[in-house]
């Protein structure tokens, strides 16, 4: 089994939720990125998911927008990703997936990529843009790494389109809680339960739901009927926010606490 499979199997025997807590790499720097996911694993994350900034991320809302627009400023790149899984890994054992569009990944060199990715630590991929009828060779480079490939669906997938995902997916599926770009929100659309009910319909995989988490309730609401629940946009808004900060990471990581404070016995 992956270790996104391990996780989720043991979240299951504890009767937990799943916490993925999201970073851009390189926002406020790259030391910092690499302090933040070792707090974040200190603060309970079950995986981290690590984006790799990009020039024109339409899925994500302002708040990613901007941390990619400044992490692209200062020059970083995918390989400063690894290198910063490479180095925080050699402090923590969660498992990390790699958040990214295709054409960081196409510019690396898809020869490359598995296996440096696999040497860094990396554990799973998730790649915005890429369509299933296009993932086989992507799949099958790093299934031979060991690393899983994960997809987003939305409520606008189609249900012959999501049994076209469950066949590549692996490790779990994202379902993105309402159509649109990422961001916090104050209520949670009840679009979610729904699209999680379509999805295990046709997969077995776990089901992390995403987009516009913000607030410990969100979090619990998730929780009741999926096994993950993934924060960007608030955790990167409170980089944001705390970027000048000298206690930025230890303050990140109390906001990233109070998010699942109450996990115990939520499911």
């Known amino acids: 089994m992956s270790r996104l499979t391990d996780t989720f199997v043991e979240l299951k025997g504890a009767g937990r939720g799943g916490f993925?807590?999201?970073?851009?790499?390189?926002d406020p720097d790259l030391v910092t990125t690499e302090l933040l996911?070792?707090?974040?694993?200190?603060?309970?994350?079950?995986?981290?998911?690590l984006g790799v900034p990009f020039s024109d991320p339409v899925a994500d809302g302002a708040v990613i927008q901007r941390a990619s627009e400044r992490a692209l400023r200062k020059g970083v790149m995918l390989s400063d990703a690894l290198t910063c899984v490479s180095n925080a890994k050699k402090n923590i054992d969660v498992?990390?997936?790699?958040?990214?569009?295709?054409?960081?990944?196409?510019?690396?060199?898809?020869?490359?990529?598995?296996k440096e990715a696999k040497q860094a630590g990396v554990d799973a991929v998730l790649v915005t843009d890429l369509v299933p009828e296009e993932a086989t060779a992507w799949n099958?480079?790093?299934?031979?790494?060991?690393?899983?490939?994960?997809?987003?669906?939305?409520?606008?997938?189609?249900?012959?389109?999501?049994?076209?995902?469950?066949?590549?997916?692996?490790?779990?599926i994202y379902?993105?809680?309402?159509?649109?770009?990422?961001?916090?929100?104050d209520e949670m659309p009840s679009d979610a339960e729904s699209l999680v009910k379509r999805v295990r319909a046709?997969?077995?995989l776990p089901v992390a739901v995403g987009f516009g988490i913000s607030k410990p309730e969100q979090v619990r609401q998730?929780?009741?009927?999926?096994?993950?629940?993934?924060?960007g946009s608030a955790i990167v808004s409170q980089v944001e926010k705390l970027a000048r900060s000298p206690d930025?990471?230890?303050?990140?990581?109390e906001f990233a606490r109070s998010l699942v404070e109450s996990r115990s016995g939520n499911q």
């Open 222 to 231: 998730i929780w009741r009927f999926a096994d993950a629940a993934v924060i």
């Open 202 to 204: 046709v997969s077995d």
């Open 175 to 185: 379902a993105v809680s309402r159509a649109g770009v990422t961001g916090a929100q």
């Open 95 to 114: 498992p990390i997936v790699l958040f990214s569009y295709l054409n960081p990944l196409l510019r690396f060199g898809p020869d490359r990529l598995p």
């Open 37 to 49: 996911l070792v707090e974040l694993a200190a603060a309970g994350a079950d995986i981290i998911e």
């Open 248 to 253: 930025l990471v230890a303050r990140v990581g």
């Open 20 to 26: 993925i807590p999201f970073v851009t790499t390189g």
């Open 140 to 172: 099958r480079a790093f299934r031979h790494q060991g690393l899983d490939l994960i997809f987003l669906v939305a409520p606008t997938t189609s249900d012959e389109r999501l049994k076209r995902i469950a066949q590549e997916a692996s490790g779990f």
